[in-house]
């Protein structure tokens, strides 16, 4: 999993912030990636994500696409390409981002691509989505086979979490199987919905739900839950205390999040 864009783009913000319990205040205090910054991490049990966090400086830029292309782009599975928001060269942007599927579409043809459009906070919110949407167009068709998942992001809300979770989504095996034992266990114990969430990262797996609610409403939903546990476990654990499940009751519904598996949570 190659994580490419300009310096000062957010790369290792949002790294920190999903895999490294950071808080969005902690990631102030993080430098700039001194080339590629190579991490593991273990997900969903048994899955090892191999992470490459190239750094954005220009003349580490040079260099993957230059001589150490093939080391790069070779035998790569995802691409996430971080488009920075506050960027004064769009096109600039757009122009490096068409060298890195030049070097995929030379070493890892049948790699997936992730473009995620960071500082999304920084615009408006009734102008977020057609912000999105006009890069959505204009990375269209500039990328040929790859037809790229593009997501607004921000490490300041639930943004980055949802687009995330689709992005690992795609790299979990037997995810047809997991998502058919979830709908059995949310009809067998009566639930309305169930969630199945990553431990490490509270990441949404999967999902199944019988309320009928509007599918992009309830994404939004389970996004902001992981983004709320993973802010109040970080809590926790700065105050010393174990963070165990978590139970809300009230006349409308009953919720548990609860310890599932050795590498999940349910709700």
Known sequence: ???????????????????????????????????VEHSTVQFMGELNLNIWDCGGQHKY????????KENIFGNVEVLIYVFDLETNNREGEYTLY????QGLETFSP???????????????????????????????????RFQPGVYGTSIWDHT?????????YTLVPNMAIIKKHLYNFCRLTDATEVVLFERSTFLVVCCSSFGGDDEDAINEKYM???????????????????????????????????????STYIL
């Open 1 to 35: 999993l190659v994580i490419m864009g300009r310096s000062g783009a957010g790369k290792t913000s949002m790294r920190s912030l999903i895999f490294s319990n950071y808080t969005a205040n902690d990631t102030r205090r993080l430098g700039a990636t001194i080339d």
């Open 61 to 68: 830029l040079d260099n993957y696409l230059g001589e150490e």
């Open 98 to 101: 068409d060298e890195c599927l």
């Open 110 to 144: 049948d790699a997936k691509v992730y473009c995620l459009i960071h500082k999304i906070d920084k615009v408006p919110d009734d102008q977020r989505e057609p912000t999105v949407e006009s890069y959505r167009r204009a990375l269209a068709k500039r990328s040929d």
């Open 160 to 168: 980055l979490y949802r687009a995330w979770s689709q992005i690992v």
């Open 224 to 262: 902001s839950v992981s983004q709320v546990i993973k802010m109040y476990r970080n809590m926790c654990r700065q105050n010393q205390s174990a963070f165990r499940s978590v139970q809300v009751r009230n006349k409308h519904y009953t919720m548990f999040i609860e310890p599932f598996t050795k």
